[in-house]
Structures are given as C-alpha cells and as structure tokens.
T-cell receptor, first 113, second 112 residues
Framework: SQQGEEDPQALSIQEGENATMNCSYKTSINNLQWYRQNSGRGLVHLILIRSNEREKHSGRLRVTLDTSKKSSSLLITASRAADTASYFCATDARETSGSRLTFGEGTQLTVNP | KAGVTQTPRYLIKTRGQQVTLSCSPISGHRSVSWYQQTPGQGLQFLFEYFSETQRNKGNFPGRFSGRQFSNSRSEMNVSTLELGDSALYLC???????????FGQGTRLTVV
C-alpha cells in the first residue's frame, strides 16, 4: 500500500527561523493535506493542496506540491515556540472511491525559545 | 461550528474485553473515518463510513468493526482486546472525497 515518507524525521531550530519539512508519496493523488499534532493529542488540519495546485499559503505556512516528483514541502516562516509539534502529510489517493488518507511518518519539530 | 467530538477521551480495558468508541462529526459532514495511531505503526486507516455505509476498510482484523447512524455519528467497536490494541484512536469527518478531513482529539485506549 502507499506509504508516505517525511524528512527530516526530527528538526530543531531557534525561534524566528524558518522550518521546512518534506513529504514524498508513491501513487497518484487527489490532494495532500498537512496536519499538526501536539504530543498525544488530535490532529489539527493545516492546509489542503489539490493535485492541480502547485503552491498554497495560509498565514505563516507555505505548501508546495510537485506531482511529477510525488513530493510536497511545508514551510513555516518565523517559527515560534508554540509551533513545536509533530507534522504529518496525508495523501488522498485517486484510486480509492471514498475518503481514505495515507499518512507519512511525521516530522518532529522543536522550536527553541 | 462545533468540531469533531470523540468520547471517551481515555479508556483502560483488560485483555479479552470489548470496547466501543464514539465519534460525532462536524454538522453537515457525512463521511466519518477512523484511524489508529501507535508509536510503532504510525497512523493507520481503519475504515470509513458515508451515509451509514462502509465505503473503505483498512487492513485490520475482523475484531475491529464500526457503524454509522442516520445522524452521521459513528461508533467503532473492538472485541477480544489484545495488548497490541493499545493506541490513540482518531476519528475524522469530512464532506466527502477530496475535501478537508478534520480530526477529533482522539480516544486513548490502554489494554492491560
């Protein structure tokens, strides 16, 4: 089955710096979604980018999608300590009939004050 | 608009017992999906319901089952619990395919 991969697995930066996380996947997709998870809690939806889109912005977040390389990146600008969390990408495969997300392994981001 | 609500938040069960978890989706959402999250396997899809019908099923044993009611609320049941079923169970609701999926806070199940 499709399995996403994120890199890096862990990222530690200082407040104010930018953080970039990458995600790769294997099959054709309808969309790719990014989520944030604080320790042991639910997933917070950050952004959805559709397969016909190349870039999307939301506040301090910028997501890119390259369907030819089957990859996406999430950029968080001017990071804050509150951005410390795990970040996951999830893909909605074109081949499945309903809603079924396949998640990457996640990137643990630590923002040091 | 209220978000996705999962109950209970925490559960401790004994091996061999069964458990039922509940999920109330965002108003107007007809798709409800369930996921299991463990440190070893990550986030894995269990199943999806849409208008009371199971549309997709992940690779889990038959001990894991679910249902959806006419008001879109969903329950998942795990029978004959095993230690390996200890996990965070997450529910997501959406309008349907190719739309944003919003998650609840999860139910932390511990099997002892």
């Amino acid at each position: 089955s499709q399995q996403g991969e994120e890199d890096p697995q862990a990222l530690s930066i200082q407040e104010g710096e930018n953080a970039t996380m990458n995600c790769s996947y294997k099959t054709s997709i309808n969309n790719l979604q990014w989520y944030r998870q604080n320790s042991g809690r639910g997933l917070v939806h950050l952004i959805l980018i559709r397969s016909n889109e190349r870039e999307k912005h939301s506040g301090r977040l910028r997501v890119t999608l390259d369907t030819s390389k089957k990859s996406s990146s999430l950029l968080i600008t001017a990071s804050r300590a509150a951005d410390t969390a795990s970040y996951f990408c999830a893909t909605d495969a074109r081949e499945t009939s309903g809603s079924r997300l396949t998640f990457g392994e996640g990137t643990q981001l630590t923002v040091n004050p | 608009k209220a978000g996705v609500t999962q109950t209970p938040r925490y559960l401790i069960k004994t091996r061999g017992q069964q458990v039922t978890l509940s999920c109330s989706p965002i108003s107007g959402h007809r798709s409800v999906s369930w996921y299991q999250q463990t440190p070893g396997q990550g986030l894995q899809f269990l199943f999806e319901y849409f208008s009371e019908t199971q549309r997709n099923k992940g690779n889990f044993p038959g001990r894991f089952s679910g249902r959806q009611f006419s008001n879109s609320r969903s329950e998942m049941n795990v029978s004959t619990l095993e230690l390996g079923d200890s996990a965070l169970y997450l529910c997501a609701s959406s309008l349907g395919k190719n739309t944003e999926a919003f998650f609840g806070q999860g139910t932390r199940l511990t099997v002892v």
